[in-house]
């Protein structure tokens, strides 16, 4: 059954399927079988075309579709004089003992260059904090040593770190709970003085959960619950057909749109032939 909804998909994709050398079914069959087949292909698609276009009219006016989140990320940025700073950890939920992936990014927004200088070499610094206390950061030393980049219009640069959730001050795994998760431009001493702390906010629960290396988000799960079902469909459906422009596919600046499951910047029959291929899986710890 699967495999003959897969071959209906194939149809539909045309010209990008025939450059896969997928087979058509006038390829393989006689006259006669061939108009049978296509007949009730039609009819197959058809009603599939109706089911889809329902689905994602039931969800448009229920709201799912704009409160599906598409992304596994958690992040938060601020802009500030042609500038983004942008912070984010690898997901929002963690299982306690697991890595916590952090990333801050600047991201020249303006159409000239601009020039970070530093009093130091590492030019970055994180920090987690359980909404009192400093717990953790990173580096422990700064090295006394200038330094400085450059970043071209739309150009952008990377800092990133692991967290294995140890406090700093006890010495121990740290509790389950909410914490805040910073970063910054450390020792900016150009006169702009481009100090901009951006912070997420991070939950940390005890046994498993959805995400976790035991738990892994399905392929063809969008909105990162475990899940490969209707809400991803949704996603999907929200961005069919859009592209970003090679050759900056997947970059910051031209990120891959929510629903490209195969990372080609487009989102087309072929995400959706991924997203149907696991319909239904479930990794989430409540379907063990
Ligand atoms: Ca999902
Ligand atoms: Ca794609």
Partial sequence: MKTGFLSILRSFNGKRGTKLGL?????????????????????????????????????AITGWVRQAR???????????????????????VYSLGEKVKMMYRVTNLSNQ?????????????????????????????FSPATSEFTLGPGEYKGYFVEWTMVNEITGNLVTPGTYDVTGVLFGVADPAKRYVPVSVQIEIVTGPCCGDPNHPYPLGDLNCDCHADIFDLAI????????????????????????????DCYVDILDLEILCSRWLECTHPACD
Avoid at 29 to 58: F, H, N, P, Q, Y
Avoid at 81 to 90: L, R
Avoid at 241 to 253: K, N
Wanted: charged share 25%; with cysteine; glycine share 4%.
């Fill in 23 to 59: 087979k058509t079914p006038s390829s393989v069959m006689g006259l006669d079988r061939t108009r049978e087949v296509t007949k009730m292909s039609r009819e197959v698609r058809d009603k599939l075309k109706r089911a889809i276009c329902v689905s994602i009219i039931a969800l």
């Fill in 70 to 92: 598409a992304t596994c990320a958690d992040s938060n940025f601020v802009i500030k004089d042609g500038i983004e700073y942008y912070m984010q950890t690898d997901k929002a």
């Fill in 113 to 141: 260059d601009v020039t970070f200088w530093f009093a130091n070499q590492q030019q970055s610094y994180f920090k987690v904090s359980d909404g009192t206390t400093r717990i953790w950061y990173w580096p422990h030393r």
């Fill in 236 to 263: 999907l459906c929200s961005h069919w057909l859009e592209s970003m422009v090679e050759p900056y596919c997947g970059d910051p600046s031209y990120p891959y749109p929510p629903g490209d499951l195969n990372r």
